[in-house]
Every structure is written in structure tokens, then in C-alpha cells.
């Protein structure tokens, strides 16, 4: 069943509509973390939630460090602040190393071998070196610490950012690189364990809500135990509803802007409107193939907070094309504001925008 408050709430904590923010570190630091392994797909997360941002002043944001990018949470790569960066790491790295055990057994590397690579890397970036994956793959080889295996490299590379020695460097051209932790976040706050817990489940279900207990424990990658004696400590911020019998948390704020329909958002990969819920009922209609609770983590259409389909870009001679794919017809008012969205999409990327196959819309 699709609840509408559920998905007006969610719009305007998430600032997908209503947004008084202004600058990528904003828009991280509210959602606590932003997941971003597609980095591409990441800024634009970033832009749909924030007055006035372009695609250039987010990746400018990353190269100044104000947004950082790190494995935090749950194996995968996270947009965080410099500030939050180091305690969100000491409260959930360990979460992801028990994850990552098997992985770490089957690659044959141990505590002793990550002690080695950490040490390598350390001296391989001090003093404000930031260097490429195959550089650094081959300092760790020169080593003698292996890494032809491009998975077992990753690993390493992984549990350099989880122990909190390497985070995100500047861009060269289109390739990351990697910097030390301290010397790209030397502000960086530490909290004690509960005193972080609380932060986390606050920031969650205040720029997430409303959500379940089990979505936090989904996002977060913490233990149940700990998501429980999170949202205890973090009550005093948060009020409940019970909808249709299931428990949801959301800030205790004044009432959410009322959205106007029809209002459209072309979301990219893994946005945390659709991967930020381990229940995404909320915004899926039921009636859709079940092919569809999976491709919604892929680039997905929102009418009016509710998931009706995906989309695909291509950019061909300094144009983005955008090819949509329904998964229920749309109305003429619907279909201009789809088009609406594509152009917001294209003034985000500093391109024109060319919005394919529109007879799918016609309902």
C-alpha cells in the first residue's frame, strides 16, 4: 500500500522539495551520509537537494574536501563531511569488517598483512601526496604485499579507509585518488561510542523519516541491539506513528510542505530516497512486476513521491539523452512535468537536454 503521508514526509526531511539548503557539505551532513560508489549518479543525489547546485560546484566541493568519499556502513562508498568522518567510521567500520571477514579469509589477508599495507600507504601519501589506485597497487606490490588480484586490492584499499588511514583525494581528470584521512580531515571530530549512536540515529530518521527501526538497522549496517539503543537515546528528537500496524520514527518538526502535484524527480542510482529503506513498499505500487523493487535502485522516476519507472542517459555530442521506461502510462500533466525534470537535470549538468520515446507517456 502507498501511504501519501508517508511519502510527503519523506519528501520534504529528505529536501527533495521545500529545500533551504545551498552547498553539497549541506545536504551530507543533514542525510548523516549519502551512498555514492556511482559518483557521477551521487552528485546529482546531492543537486536534487539543494537550491541552485551544478554538477561543477559538487565535484568542486569533493576536490576541496568539504564532501569526502569513504566505504562507511555498509560495504559501499558514502559522500560524509570532514567533520563527521572519522566517529561515523570508529561507530560503524567494525560493522563492515565482521562483514567483510569471509572476503578478507578468501583473499588471504590477515590482521599482519593489513598492519603492512596500511603502513605502506601511510608513507606512500604524507605530506599531502594523493595518488591513483594502480599507483598505489604498485607501491603495495613493490612492497612485496600483492595486488595483480584487483579484488584483493580493493580489499586493501577498503580496510584502509574502515581503519581510517586513506579517504577520498582530489580528481586527476576523470580518475580518483586517495589522500590520508588526517591530512585531508584534520578537524575531524571524535565522539564516544553512545554519544555517536545517538548522532547517527538521529540524523536518520530526522532527514529520513518516516522510517522504521528495521530501515535504520538496514542503512546504518548496525546490529538490531544497537539500532534499538540508538533510536532509545534519540526519542527525545523524534515523535512515532503507527501506520497500518507498522511503528514509524520522524522528527518532531512542524508540518511538512504540502507538495504539488503533478511534482517529478528523475533520481539517480541508489538515491537514498529508494535505498535508504530495507521496506520500500511505500513508494512502489504493488501492482508492478516484480522486477520492479529491483530496478528501482537503479535511476527511477518519481511522480509525486511514488516510484512509476526508471530512466537511462546517454550524452552524445554535448547533449545528455534521456530515455524513460514506465512502468504505468503517465497523464499529459505528468509528462510535461517529467520533461520539466529532464531539464532540471540537463541545467544541473551545463547541457542540453533531449527527453526520448514520449509516447509511453500518453495515458
Given at each position: 500500500m502507498?501511504d501519501?503521508?508517508i511519502?510527503n514526509r519523506?519528501l520534504?526531511n529528505?529536501?527533495?522539495?521545500?529545500t533551504?539548503?545551498e552547498?553539497?557539505?549541506?545536504?551530507?551532513?543533514?542525510?548523516?551520509a549519502?551512498?555514492?560508489?556511482?559518483y557521477?549518479w551521487a552528485k546529482?543525489?546531492l543537486?536534487?537537494?539543494?537550491?541552485?547546485?551544478?554538477?561543477?560546484a559538487?565535484?568542486?566541493?569533493?576536490n576541496?574536501g568539504?564532501?569526502l568519499?569513504?566505504?562507511?556502513?555498509r560495504?559501499?562508498?558514502?559522500?560524509v563531511?570532514?567533520?563527521d568522518?572519522r566517529?561515523l567510521?570508529?561507530?560503524?567500520?567494525p560493522r563492515?569488517n565482521?562483514?567483510?571477514?569471509?572476503?578478507?579469509r578468501g583473499?588471504e589477508?590477515d590482521?599482519a598483512?593489513f598492519t603492512?599495507?596500511?603502513?605502506?600507504l601511510a608513507?606512500?601519501?604524507?605530506?599531502?601526496?594523493?595518488?591513483?589506485?594502480?599507483e598505489?597497487?604498485?607501491?603495495l606490490?613493490?612492497?612485496g604485499i600483492a595486488t595483480?588480484?584487483?579484488?584483493?586490492f580493493?580489499?586493501?584499499?577498503?580496510?584502509?579507509?574502515?581503519?581510517?588511514?586513506v579517504c577520498?583525494?582530489?580528481l586527476?581528470?576523470?580518475q580518483h585518488?586517495?589522500?590520508?584521512l588526517?591530512?585531508?580531515?584534520?578537524?575531524?571530530?571524535?565522539?564516544e561510542?553512545d554519544?555517536a549512536?545517538?548522532?547517527l540515529t538521529?540524523?536518520y530518521?530526522?532527514?529520513?523519516?518516516?522510517?522504521t527501526l528495521?530501515?535504520f538497522?538496514?542503512?546504518s549496517?548496525?546490529?538490531?541491539?544497537?539500532?534499538?539503543?540508538g533510536l532509545e537515546?534519540?526519542?527525545?528528537?523524534?515523535?512515532q506513528?503507527?501506520?497500518?500496524?507498522?511503528?514509524?520514527?520522524?522528527?518532531?518538526?512542524p508540518?511538512?510542505v504540502n507538495?504539488?502535484?503533478?511534482t517529478?524527480?528523475?533520481?539517480p542510482?541508489?538515491d537514498e530516497y529508494t535505498v535508504?529503506?530495507?521496506?520500500?513498499?511505500?513508494?512502489?505500487?504493488?501492482?508492478y512486476?516484480p522486477?520492479?523493487k529491483?530496478?528501482i535502485?537503479?535511476?527511477?522516476?518519481?511522480?509525486d513521491?511514488k516510484?512509476?519507472?526508471?530512466w537511462?542517459?546517454?550524452?552524445k555530442k554535448?547533449?545528455?539523452?534521456i530515455?524513460?521506461?514506465?512502468?504505468t502510462?503517465?497523464g499529459?500533466?505528468?509528462a510535461?512535468?517529467?520533461?520539466?525534470a529532464?531539464?532540471r537535470?540537463?541545467?544541473f549538468?551545463g547541457?542540453?537536454?533531449t527527453?526520448?520515446?514520449?509516447?509511453?507517456?500518453?495515458?
Amino acid at each position: 500500500m502507498i501511504d501519501l503521508d508517508i511519502i510527503n514526509r519523506r519528501l520534504n526531511n529528505q529536501n527533495l522539495v521545500g529545500t533551504a539548503l545551498e552547498k553539497p557539505e549541506e545536504v551530507v551532513a543533514r542525510l548523516g551520509a549519502v551512498q555514492a560508489q556511482e559518483y557521477a549518479w551521487a552528485k546529482w543525489a546531492l543537486g536534487q537537494r539543494a537550491t541552485g547546485l551544478t554538477d561543477a560546484a559538487v565535484e568542486r566541493a569533493f576536490n576541496e574536501g568539504a564532501i569526502l568519499r569513504t566505504h562507511v556502513m555498509r560495504p559501499t562508498w558514502h559522500f560524509v563531511t570532514p567533520a563527521d568522518i572519522r566517529w561515523l567510521l570508529a561507530l560503524t567500520g567494525p560493522r563492515v569488517n565482521v562483514a567483510m571477514a569471509s572476503n578478507y579469509r578468501g583473499l588471504e589477508l590477515d590482521e599482519a598483512t593489513f598492519t603492512r599495507s596500511n603502513a605502506v600507504l601511510a608513507k606512500a601519501l604524507q605530506g599531502g601526496r594523493q595518488l591513483t589506485r594502480p599507483e598505489l597497487a604498485a607501491i603495495l606490490q613493490q612492497a612485496g604485499i600483492a595486488t595483480a588480484d584487483l579484488l584483493r586490492f580493493s580489499h586493501i584499499m577498503l580496510r584502509a579507509e574502515l581503519d581510517a588511514v586513506v579517504c577520498s583525494g582530489v580528481l586527476r581528470g576523470k580518475q580518483h585518488t586517495y589522500a590520508l584521512l588526517d591530512e585531508r580531515a584534520p578537524q575531524a571530530k571524535t565522539l564516544e561510542r553512545d554519544e555517536a549512536l545517538a548522532e547517527l540515529t538521529r540524523r536518520y530518521f530526522t532527514s529520513h523519516g518516516p522510517a522504521t527501526l528495521a530501515d535504520f538497522g538496514w542503512w546504518s549496517g548496525l546490529t538490531m541491539a544497537d539500532a534499538r539503543a540508538g533510536l532509545e537515546m534519540a526519542k527525545p528528537h523524534l515523535v512515532q506513528e503507527v501506520i497500518d500496524g507498522q511503528t514509524y520514527w520522524l522528527p518532531s518538526s512542524p508540518s511538512p510542505v504540502n507538495i504539488t502535484s503533478p511534482t517529478v524527480h528523475l533520481l539517480p542510482a541508489f538515491d537514498e530516497y529508494t535505498v535508504a529503506y530495507k521496506d520500500r513498499q511505500a513508494v512502489l505500487d504493488p501492482a508492478y512486476p516484480p522486477q520492479a523493487k529491483s530496478d528501482i535502485l537503479n535511476p527511477a522516476i518519481a511522480v509525486d513521491g511514488k516510484i512509476v519507472g526508471t530512466w537511462k542517459r546517454t550524452f552524445k555530442k554535448e547533449m545528455v539523452i534521456i530515455i524513460p521506461s514506465l512502468f504505468t502510462p503517465l497523464g499529459p500533466a505528468e509528462a510535461q512535468a517529467v520533461a520539466e525534470a529532464a531539464q532540471r537535470y540537463g541545467a544541473f549538468l551545463g547541457l542540453p537536454v533531449t527527453l526520448v520515446d514520449s509516447t509511453q507517456f500518453e495515458g
